[in-house]
């Protein structure tokens, strides 16, 4: 069944805040294989919490993650994302097409710190695929 067209513009309620530790940045960049010698997050940190984000919507709407495709991720900043900072994410539906069956469903999520300002936005491209025939 077709992702719902109403979703478009919706926006989710925010992940719980996440407080940033040297320990969460040096688990994450061991992860990927590099080392961490502290200081800021490296671009890609904030997909924790793009992803915990995601993961709530797919929740709210009944939309399996085993049918996701992850298609695209982009992060725009206005500032590094340092230890110490407690962020959140609010992610919004911000396109919703079919094609051949599939759902390509376009999000942004803003993350914030604990004053509200903007640290950085992501976008994300979602192939929901189809039912099997």
């Known amino acids: 069944m077709p992702v719902d067209q109403s979703l478009v513009g919706r926006e989710f309620p925010p992940t719980r805040p996440y407080a ?3 320990e969460k940045i040096r688990a994450f960049v061991t992860s990927t294989g590099a080392d961490y010698d502290g200081g800021p997050a490296p ?7 793009a992803f915990d984000a995601m993961n709530a919507f ?3 709407e009944s939309i399996d ?3 996701i495709v992850h298609g695209e991720q982009k992060f725009s900043y206005e ?4 230890p110490g900072d407690v962020l959140t994410a609010t992610l919004t539906v911000a396109s ?4 051949s069956g599939n759902d390509i469903i376009g999000t942004t999520s803003r993350v914030t710190d604990e004053a509200g300002a903007l640290v950085c936005s992501t976008s994300a491209t979602l192939v929901h695929r189809g039912a099997e025939s």
């Open 20 to 22: 940033v530790s040297e």
């Open 43 to 49: 671009a890609t940190f904030p997909i924790v919490l």
């Open 58 to 60: 797919l929740a709210a």
């Open 65 to 67: 993650l085993f049918r």
């Open 79 to 82: 500032r590094p994302v340092r």
């Open 96 to 99: 919703l097409r079919q094609i």
